[in-house]
């Protein structure tokens, strides 16, 4: 069965600090990989995804993700964390037939 | 444009009313979803509708009842709810290369 583990479940950083969510999934396939943000009492909003081709992936409000196979990881980054990053980020993995499979979700924290 | 709407955003319910939930979205997506989510969880799914047909149901009780007018249009019909099932319910839905795009959600409280 496939699972997603987010590594934190709150994670505090300052402004203007490097911002780094961890994901790791098990799949016994190639998985499409997505990384949400919930912002509080919104619904989930893509930031980006993997389906194939360049491992790394940019999305939006300057957070990028690598997929790395050998270490089943799909870590959210972005250079310089800003108040408004403060969210809920849920990491996801779909091996199809239209189920997602989410991680428990990290609450980011942003410090002035 | 990757606009899913649903209405209400807030309800609040007695545990012997009926009322609906609606989920619409244009982007000729042929799967729509049903999620549940609760305080400082991710979501649950709970039902799955593809190409107006109902493909998965995550053994939700019958006190929710789903409905596919279209394919742009997703419902969930609520019947006799119990306090428990107060939550943040989500809509989704997902063209060919299963992309789940999200609405606002509906939080809904049950009395």
């Known amino acids: 069965a496939q699972s997603v583990t987010q590594l934190g479940s709150h994670v505090s950083v300052s402004e203007g600090a490097l911002v780094l969510l961890r994901c790791n999934y098990s799949?016994?396939?190639?998985?499409?990989l997505f990384w949400y943000v919930q912002y509080p009492n919104q619904g989930l909003q893509l930031l980006l995804k993997y389906t194939t081709g360049a491992t790394l992936v940019k999305g939006i409000n300057g957070f990028e993700a690598e997929f790395k196979k050998s270490e089943t990881s799909f870590h959210l980054t972005k250079p310089s964390a800003h108040m408004s990053d403060a969210a809920e980020y849920f990491c996801a993995v779909t091996p199809g037939g239209g189920k997602l499979i989410f991680g428990q979700g990290t609450e980011l924290s942003v410090k002035p | 444009d990757t606009e899913v709407t649903q209405t209400p955003k807030h309800l609040v319910m007695g545990m012997t009313n009926k009322k609906s939930l609606k989920c619409e979205q244009h982007m000729g997506h042929r799967a729509m979803y049903w999620y549940k989510q609760k305080a400082k969880k991710p979501p649950e799914l709970m039902f799955v509708y593809s190409y107006e047909k109902l493909s998965i149901n995550e053994s939700v009780p019958s006190r929710f009842s789903p409905e596919c007018p279209n394919s742009s249009l997703l419902n969930l019909h609520l019947h006799a709810l119990q306090p428990e099932d107060s939550a943040l319910y989500l809509c989704a839905s997902s063209g060919t290369d299963e992309t789940q795009y999200f609405g606002p959600g509906t939080r809904l409280l049950v009395l």
């Open positions: 799949s016994s396939v190639p998985p499409y």
